[in-house]
């Protein structure tokens, strides 16, 4: 069975642009999940999605946005891209987003801003 | 709201010798705690969860925590380190019920001493 598949594994961009990362979850999954990781705050949640819709969102600004499509491939969106948006952005799927129920994580998309 | 408490930021221990990573949780209701592994350029692996069953839980790789209510604790125990348990470990909680999210430790880089 597939893992969660996160692409591009890496992306180099510069201050003011905007970036979309994507996330395809194990099949079957219908939760999706996005976290950023920096050496400064360590792992934090940034939105999750279910049945294309946003469930659950974390403490980051409206230029983080993303979204589910029907088959739950899920894609993140930063726009107008800050120096402090470097970060290993990582993807999670689980089958229904309950929280007992583990996430299964993707290798990440790093991302550095110039 | 949940938190993760991980005591060390950095744990060496010998080869052969007992691995002990100490997490402790604070909650206001009753945790789903989990722990994950994070190898260099990859996503988290996980490793175990605790979900309100047995106290003691068995994960992959030889590695144990247990979960103990008096001293909102989960730490990660394995009898024998080996050399590619080398990793950064990270203990995380969500609320039980519903759809929480996961509230990330700041984890812990294991390195083992040949």
């Known amino acids: 069975k597939a893992g969660v598949t996160q692409t591009p594994r890496y992306l180099i961009k510069t201050r003011g642009q905007q970036v979309t990362l994507s996330c395809s979850p194990i099949?079957?999954?219908?939760?999706v999940s996005w976290y950023q990781q920096t050496p400064g705050q360590g792992l934090q949640f940034l939105f999750e999605?279910?049945?294309?819709?946003?469930?659950n969102k974390g403490n980051f600004p409206g230029r983080f946005s993303g979204r589910q499509f029907s088959n739950s491939r899920s894609e993140m969106n930063v726009s107008t891209l800050e120096l402090g948006d470097s970060a290993l952005y990582l993807c999670?799927?689980?089958?229904?987003?309950?929280?007992?129920?583990?996430?299964?994580f993707g290798d990440g998309t790093r991302l550095s801003i110039l | 709201a949940q938190s993760v408490t991980q005591l060390g930021s950095h744990v060496s221990v010998s080869e052969g010798a007992l691995v002990l990573l100490r997490c402790n949780y604070s909650?206001?209701?009753?945790?789903?705690l989990f722990w994950y592994v994070q190898y260099p350029n990859q996503g988290l692996q996980l490793l175990l969860k605790?979900?309100?069953?047995?106290?003691l839980v068995k994960g992959i790789n030889g590695f144990e925590a247990e979960f103990k209510k008096s001293e909102t604790s989960f730490h990660l125990t394995k009898p024998s380190a080996h050399m590619s348990d080398a990793a950064e470990y990270f203990c995380?909680?969500?609320?039980?019920?519903?759809?929480?999210?996961?509230?990330f430790g700041t984890g812990t880089r294991l390195t083992i001493i040949p």
């Open positions: 999670a799927s689980s089958l229904a987003g309950y929280s007992n129920q583990p996430q299964h």
């Open positions: 099949s079957g999954h219908r939760s």
């Open positions: 999605y279910f049945s294309e819709t946003q469930r």
């Open positions: 909650s206001s209701v009753p945790p789903y």
């Open positions: 605790y979900t309100s069953a047995a106290t």
């Open positions: 995380a909680v969500s609320r039980s019920g519903g759809n929480e999210k996961l509230t």
